[in-house]
């Protein structure tokens, strides 16, 4: 069992950054792929960046790419998405994810999931 934490949403005028965290309990993150996820209002949930479990490879969205940067810490059991220059279409609810296998880009085949933070971009 894995639960996990983000934090670090809120509201942001666009062009401006946010660091989002993801901290994990009950097992070690270092077991798992982990990967960022987000959901707008009436939209489906879509992938954003994926990372393995070695920390040696990094997968985007074409969305996010050049913009935003997964990375994580597995002696703080932690995971993070720093996004710059974000843009009113990066408003969503991020959640993290994880899994026990490589990176995947389709929500279902993550094991445990974060509760989500919001994160809003003013125009």
């Known amino acids: 069992q894995v639960d996990l934490v983000e934090s670090g949403g809120g509201l942001v005028q666009a062009g401006g950054s946010l660091r989002l965290s993801c901290a994990a309990s009950?097992?070690?993150?270092?077991?798992?792929?982990m990967g960022w996820f987000r959901q707008a209002p009436g939209k489906e949930r879509e992938w954003v960046a994926g990372?393995?479990?070695?920390?040696?490879?990094?997968y985007y969205a074409d969305s996010v790419k050049g913009r935003f940067t997964i990375s994580r810490d597995n002696t703080k059991n932690t995971v993070y998405l720093q996004m710059n220059n974000l843009k009113p279409e990066d408003a969503a609810v991020y959640y993290c994810?994880?899994?026990?296998?490589?990176?995947?880009?389709?929500?279902?085949?993550?094991?445990?999931w974060g509760q989500g933070t919001q994160v809003t971009v003013s125009s």
């Open positions: 994810a994880a899994r026990s296998w490589g990176i995947a880009t389709a929500a279902l085949k993550y094991d445990y």
């Open positions: 009950g097992r070690t993150l270092g077991n798992n792929a």
């Open positions: 990372i393995n479990r070695s920390n040696d490879n990094t």
